[in-house]
C-alpha cells in the first residue's frame, strides 16, 4: 500500500504487525531514515542491517534473515540502507512467502515510478511505501514542533520556524539540533519544557561569522599544516568550537548515506551525479575526495567523536580552543594516506 503524508505518522508510530516490508524512499532521504528510525523505535526492535549486494547475489537470504528467531529472544527488524534494484527479487519472494518473524525496513534514494521495488511495497497489502520531499513552510513547522514534542519541547511556531531555517529544514539535522536543546534545558517527554529564543541564542546552530565548514573540511581532507594554521587564527576562548563541530556533523550527515552507496558498488560520480542540485558545485571535487578517503565505519566513528567533543565543551571544563584543535587535528593524520 502507498502511505499519504497524513497516514504515514500513524504507520510509523503505530505499526501494522501484517506489514511485513516498508519502504521509505524520495529526494529527502533524511526523512526516510527518520521516519525508519522511527518505527524501528515504535516496533521496539533492535536493528539488523543486510547489505543490498548480499541479497543480490541470494535472493532468497532475505527471507531467510527475516524469518529467522533471533538468538537472544528480543524483536529485530531487517534493515537495508541504500536499498536499489538488486533487492527487488528478494523483496518479492518475502512479499510472496508465509508471515516472517522480523519486518523488513528499506532505506532508498529517489526511485522512479516505474522502479519495480516501489511496486512491490506499494502493490502488496502486506507492503508500505512512501516517499518523502523535503518540507516546506507549513509543514517544516509542523516537522520541527512534532520533533520537539517527541523529545519532550514545547515549541511555538516562531521558534520553529528558526529552527527549520537554521537547519535548512533537513529532519535529520532539526532533530539533532534539538536533542541538543532538550538536553541543555533537561527535557523529557515526562518532563517537558518550554523552547525559547534564549536557549537557541545560549547553544543552538546557526552563526554566520567565520568559514567554520572551511575547518572541517581541511581536517576530514588530511590537510595538516593547513588546519594548525587555521587553528591558530580562532580565538583564545574558543568560541567558534560548536559552529565548528557542527559544520562537522552536516557534512558527515552529507557523506555517510554517499559513502554508504560507494561500498554498495556505484561510482563516487555517480553519486554525486544523483545528488543533483543539492550537492553546490563548488563542493563536487571536494565531496569526490572525502568518499574515497573515508569508508563508512570510519565516518561513523567520527560523528561518534564529534557528538561526544560537543558535549565535553557545552557541559564539561575543558579548554574549547584546545578541545576542538586536539580533535580535528587527529581526524587531519587520520585521513591522510598510510
Same mark, same amino acid.
Given at each position: 500500500?502507498?502511505?499519504s503524508?497524513?497516514s504515514i505518522?500513524?504507520?510509523?508510530?503505530?505499526?501494522?504487525?501484517d506489514i511485513?516490508?516498508?519502504l521509505?524512499?524520495?529526494?529527502d532521504?533524511a526523512?526516510?531514515?527518520?521516519?525508519?528510525?522511527?518505527?524501528?523505535?515504535?516496533?521496539?526492535?533492535?536493528?539488523?542491517?543486510?547489505?543490498?549486494g548480499?541479497?543480490k547475489?541470494?535472493?532468497a537470504?532475505?527471507?531467510d534473515?527475516?524469518?529467522?528467531m533471533?538468538l537472544?529472544?528480543?524483536?529485530?527488524?531487517i534493515?537495508?540502507?541504500?536499498?536499489?534494484k538488486?533487492i527487488?527479487e528478494?523483496v518479492?519472494a518475502?512479499?510472496e512467502?508465509?508471515?516472517?518473524?522480523?519486518?523488513?525496513?528499506a532505506?532508498?534514494?529517489s526511485?522512479?515510478k516505474?522502479?519495480?521495488?516501489v511496486?512491490?511495497?506499494?502493490?502488496?497489502?502486506?507492503?508500505?511505501?512512501y516517499?518523502?520531499y523535503?518540507?516546506?513552510?507549513?509543514?517544516?513547522?509542523?516537522?520541527?514542533?512534532?520533533?520537539?514534542?517527541r523529545?519532550?519541547?514545547k515549541?511555538s511556531p516562531?521558534?520553529a520556524?528558526r529552527?527549520?531555517?537554521g537547519?535548512g529544514?533537513?529532519?535529520a539535522?532539526?532533530?539533532?539540533?534539538? $536533542?541538543k &536543546?532538550?538536553l541543555y @534545558?533537561? /527535557?523529557? =517527554?515526562?518532563?517537558? *519544557?518550554?523552547?525559547?529564543?534564549?536557549?537557541?541564542?545560549a547553544?543552538?546552530?546557526?552563526?554566520a561569522?567565520g568559514?567554520f565548514?572551511?575547518?572541517a573540511?581541511?581536517?576530514?581532507?588530511?590537510s595538516?599544516?593547513d588546519?594548525?594554521?587555521?587553528?591558530?587564527a580562532l580565538?583564545p576562548?574558543?568560541?567558534e568550537?560548536i559552529p565548528v563541530i557542527?559544520?562537522?556533523?552536516r557534512r558527515?550527515l552529507?557523506l555517510a548515506?554517499?559513502?554508504?552507496?560507494?561500498?554498495?558498488?556505484?561510482?563516487?560520480?555517480a553519486?554525486?551525479?544523483?545528488m543533483?542540485?543539492?550537492l553546490?558545485w563548488?563542493?563536487k571535487?571536494?565531496?569526490g575526495?572525502l568518499?574515497?578517503?573515508?569508508?563508512?565505519?570510519?565516518?561513523?566513528?567520527?560523528?561518534?567523536?564529534?557528538?561526544s567533543?560537543?558535549?565535553?565543551i557545552l557541559?564539561?571544563?575543558?579548554?574549547d580552543? $584546545?578541545? &576542538?584543535?586536539e580533535? @580535528?587535528? /587527529?581526524? =587531519?593524520?587520520?585521513? *591522510?594516506p598510510?
Amino acid at each position: 500500500m502507498k502511505a499519504s503524508k497524513t497516514s504515514i505518522g500513524r504507520s510509523v508510530d503505530q505499526p501494522n504487525p501484517d506489514i511485513r516490508f516498508y519502504l521509505f524512499h524520495g529526494p529527502d532521504e533524511a526523512q526516510s531514515r527518520a521516519l525508519a528510525e522511527r518505527l524501528l523505535e515504535a516496533l521496539g526492535a533492535a536493528k539488523f542491517v543486510v547489505a543490498a549486494g548480499a541479497i543480490k547475489s541470494d535472493p532468497a537470504a532475505l527471507t531467510d534473515e527475516a524469518g529467522a528467531m533471533s538468538l537472544f529472544g528480543g524483536k529485530r527488524a531487517i534493515w537495508i540502507e541504500p536499498a536499489t534494484k538488486d533487492i527487488e527479487e528478494g523483496v518479492a519472494a518475502l512479499l510472496e512467502g508465509p508471515p516472517p518473524e522480523s519486518p523488513v525496513i528499506a532505506v532508498a534514494a529517489s526511485l522512479g515510478k516505474s522502479s519495480a521495488l516501489v511496486k512491490l511495497a506499494e502493490g502488496s497489502p502486506v507492503g508500505l511505501g512512501y516517499i518523502s520531499y523535503a518540507p516546506e513552510g507549513q509543514d517544516a513547522l509542523r516537522m520541527v514542533i512534532d520533533i520537539g514534542r517527541r523529545l519532550g519541547l514545547k515549541i511555538s511556531p516562531p521558534v520553529a520556524a528558526r529552527v527549520a531555517d537554521g537547519s535548512g529544514n533537513d529532519q535529520a539535522l532539526v532533530l539533532r539540533e534539538l $536533542e541538543k &536543546l532538550a538536553l541543555y @534545558l533537561d /527535557a523529557s =517527554a515526562q518532563s517537558p *519544557r518550554e523552547l525559547d529564543h534564549e536557549a537557541i541564542d545560549a547553544v543552538g546552530a546557526g552563526s554566520a561569522e567565520g568559514d567554520f565548514l572551511h575547518l572541517a573540511d581541511l581536517a576530514l581532507s588530511g590537510s595538516v599544516a593547513d588546519l594548525a594554521a587555521e587553528l591558530s587564527a580562532l580565538s583564545p576562548a574558543g568560541s567558534e568550537a560548536i559552529p565548528v563541530i557542527r559544520s562537522l556533523q552536516r557534512r558527515l550527515l552529507m557523506l555517510a548515506p554517499m559513502r554508504a552507496r560507494v561500498e554498495c558498488g556505484e561510482t563516487p560520480d555517480a553519486v554525486m551525479t544523483s545528488m543533483g542540485r543539492s550537492l553546490f558545485w563548488k563542493d563536487k571535487a571536494l565531496v569526490g575526495k572525502l568518499l574515497r578517503q573515508w569508508p563508512a565505519t570510519k565516518l561513523a566513528t567520527v560523528s561518534e567523536r564529534a557528538a561526544s567533543l560537543e558535549r565535553a565543551i557545552l557541559f564539561g571544563p575543558a579548554p574549547d580552543r $584546545e578541545a &576542538l584543535g586536539e580533535e @580535528l587535528l /587527529a581526524i =587531519a593524520r587520520a585521513a *591522510r594516506p598510510r
